[in-house]
């Protein structure tokens, strides 16, 4: 009688969760297809980046429920859609842009600044390419701050790193856009290595190619180098 008992109580567990699984199907469904036809002509690039987070229903439910949130998924959209590919490989930052906690401050500045020396070289680079895609995704949707100025402080975060990873003798001058504090999404850092002791010259050369070698390393391990 026991065993009987307990078998309808699994019987009936069962049962429960395929209705609540039947019942949602359609409800994700219907949610998906109402979020993509309130984006619109964006609907295409809007499906390739959120089908790709997992429980993507949960995101289309929430587009559908806020008005805040489907604005700013357009918004990115519609004005920098070559980030895409990189948020597809961010559920957090996803996450951010629809709830609206991407327009807040954060503290991926100081993070980057924290990070020990000898770290290993894929948490330097993924913690400076998520530092400066938060910082962009930000301004697009947002755009309340100095882009350039904070673009030119996390660069100086992660010379200033790889200097002292390499202890080295020389000094980073920056030039261009980025010694005038313009950087844009697009802009390379343009730095010039100044040698103060002629008597170093030859050890800061071999240190320069080092860094730059540390350079192509951190190209290697995240898309935004």
């Known amino acids: 009688a026991e065993a009987n008992s307990l078998l309808d109580a699994y019987r009936r567990k069962i049962g429960d969760l395929y209705e609540s699984t039947v019942a949602s199907g359609p409800l994700i469904l219907d949610s998906r297809a109402e979020a993509l036809g309130l984006l619109g002509h964006q609907a295409p690039l809007a499906a390739q980046w959120l089908d790709s987070m997992p429980e993507s229903g949960t995101f289309y439910r929430t587009i559908v429920q806020s ?21 597809k490989d961010s559920l957090p930052l996803t996450e951010a842009c629809i709830s609206g906690e991407i327009e807040e401050d954060d503290d991926s500045l100081w993070r980057l600044q924290s990070l020990s020396v000898d770290c290993p070289l894929n948490q330097l680079a993924s913690t400076y390419t998520s530092a400066w895609l938060r910082t962009v995704v930000r301004w697009v949707i ?58 170093q010259h030859d050890a800061s050369e071999q240190q320069a190619q080092d860094m730059l070698a540390l350079i ?10």
């Open 67 to 87: 008005a805040d949130g489907l604005a700013r998924i357009n918004r990115v959209i519609r004005r920098a859609p070559k980030l895409l590919p990189q948020l």
């Open 216 to 225: 192509a390393q951190l190209r290697g391990t995240a898309r935004r180098f």
């Open 142 to 199: 947002a755009g309340d701050f100095d882009l350039s100025q904070q673009l030119s402080r996390l660069t100086d975060a992660l010379l200033r790193h790889c200097g002292s990873r390499l202890y080295a003798q020389f000094s980073l001058v920056a030039l261009g856009s980025y010694g005038r504090e313009e950087l844009g999404a697009d802009s390379d850092a343009d730095v010039l290595l100044l040698v103060p002791n002629p008597e």
